[in-house]
């Protein structure tokens, strides 16, 4: 272990990159502290802590929507935005066209997305202005505050997006993916030390204990179900080129239990609190009604959510994976899976793989959501209430991620010696 830690600081590449990371996370970390002026920071407090709406919103910017800095929106408008071009190439032609033109068509898409999360930080906090007028400083001119909020929070997301692409090319892991992580964690003191102060104030110890202890398994179980893969072998037939043989070898397709990760989660997460935050725009007794519908403490919140999951972890399996096109590749290179004829056998008998790993999949995100919310009910401590589903799936999946590229640079670092 001692080897393999230090191994990481004698490669000079990965050295670099574990470097610029951290020091990325710094200034992250520096710029959540930074807030917009004009806000009572006594008033906000009091109105962000009426719901546990603004407090999830809260999770995902590691502190700065709570501190209103120019980070308050953190990565969200750029992975909304990046949800929705994914959405747009599934259905629109010239963007699945354009996808498939290679790195020219990657780009010009991720040019789209940029432009794209700059309007929903444009609309978002225009929104988050008018929603945070009860809060703005006595005598402190509100449309002079309007504009130097939209400026200073489309900046603030414009800049971590800028960060984000830093971090996958120069740093380690997916860039988005990493913030979101490390807002994540750095939640976590704070709901340590609202759970000592619980625990003195007369909270049992042993619920605690047993929340621990579940958490603890849905980690084992999200590390088991987003490793485990359906390995589905393909055996490619032998070619006679000149006085050559191609081909003959037997390979495999690994097809995962979860094709969605977070992404279904994520999905159904939005949809439901849509809705609630336009809610929280306006003052109405109807809007109040649907906000309460949608606590995550409710009966029927919780019944939507375990739905929309199932629903949207079968929508992103069926965007991302196609059967058809996988098994026409297969015998456009001369391979077959045993026992089955090429083409239309071979994709129906993917498709059959696929929706039953889809369906223990989607049964198992559904049940992960929601088993947070019913041992905080049991037990009664709800300090950790941040740290669900979503949170934990996040957390494991960059984990593993981070993991997973380590090890490649290590592994490409023991191949460059053996060629010296």
């Known amino acids: 272990m001692i080897n393999s830690l230090s191994g990481l600081f004698n490669i000079e590449d990965l050295r670099k990159r574990i470097i610029f990371t951290l020091a990325m996370i710094v200034v992250f970390r520096l710029g959540t502290h930074v807030s917009v002026a004009g806000i009572d920071v006594t008033k906000l407090n009091a109105l962000l802590g009426q719901g546990n709406l603004m407090g999830f919103l809260d999770l995902f910017t590691g502190g700065a929507l709570i501190k209103f800095s120019v980070f308050a929106m953190g990565i969200v408008p750029y992975i909304n935005a990046s949800i929705v071009m994914q959405l747009l190439t599934a259905v629109i032609p010239q963007l699945e066209e354009l996808q498939k033109e290679g790195d020219h068509g990657r780009k010009q898409i991720a040019q789209y997305t940029k432009y794209l999360t700059i309007g929903f930080a444009v609309f978002q906090s225009v929104g988050m202005s008018f929603w945070l007028s009860a809060v703005v400083v006595e005598g ?24 984000a692409e830093l971090l996958t090319e120069k740093g380690i892991g997916n860039g988005a993916s990493l913030l979101i992580f490390i807002g994540i964690v ?33 980690i084992v179980a999200i590390v088991v179900v987003q490793e485990g893969q359906r390995r589905v072998q393909v055996q490619y037939a032998k070619r006679v080129v000149g006085r050559k ?72 399996t069926a965007i991302t994976f196609n059967p058809k096109e996988l098994a026409d590749n297969i015998k456009k290179y001369g391979g077959f899976i045993m026992g089955i004829r090429p083409g239309k056998p071979t994709a129906d008998y993917l498709e059959f793989i696929i929706s039953r790993l889809t369906l223990v999949g989607a049964l198992f995100l559904g049940l992960i959501a929601i088993v947070p919310n019913f041992v905080e009910g049991l037990t009664h401590i709800t300090t950790f209430q941040g740290l669900g589903s979503t949170a934990l799936l996040i957390i494991v999946g960059v984990a593993l991620d981070l993991v997973r590229q380590i090890q490649s640079h290590l592994v490409t670092r023991q191949y460059e010696r053996l060629l010296v």
């Not at 919140?301 to 199932?310: A, E, K, N, P």
């Open 140 to 163: 402190y001119s509100f449309p002079f505050f309007l504009v130097s909020t939209v400026i200073s929070l489309t900046a603030g997301t414009a800049f971590i997006m800028w960060i």
């Open 186 to 218: 750095s939640r976590i003191p704070s709901y340590i030390g609202q759970t000592m102060i619980v625990l003195k104030g007369g909270a049992s110890f042993f619920g605690l204990l047993v929340l621990l202890a579940v958490f603890l398994i849905m």
């Open 245 to 316: 043989v191609y081909g003959g070898q037997s390979t495999y397709i690994p097809i995962r239990l979860n094709q969605g990760g977070v992404i279904p989660i994520i999905f159904a997460s939005s949809f439901l609190l849509f809705p609630a935050t336009i809610a929280q725009f306006i003052p109405n007794d109807f809007f109040r009604s649907i906000v309460a519908m949608l606590s995550p403490s409710s009966v029927f919140y919780t019944v939507l959510y375990f739905g929309l999951i199932f629903f949207f972890t079968y929508f992103y």
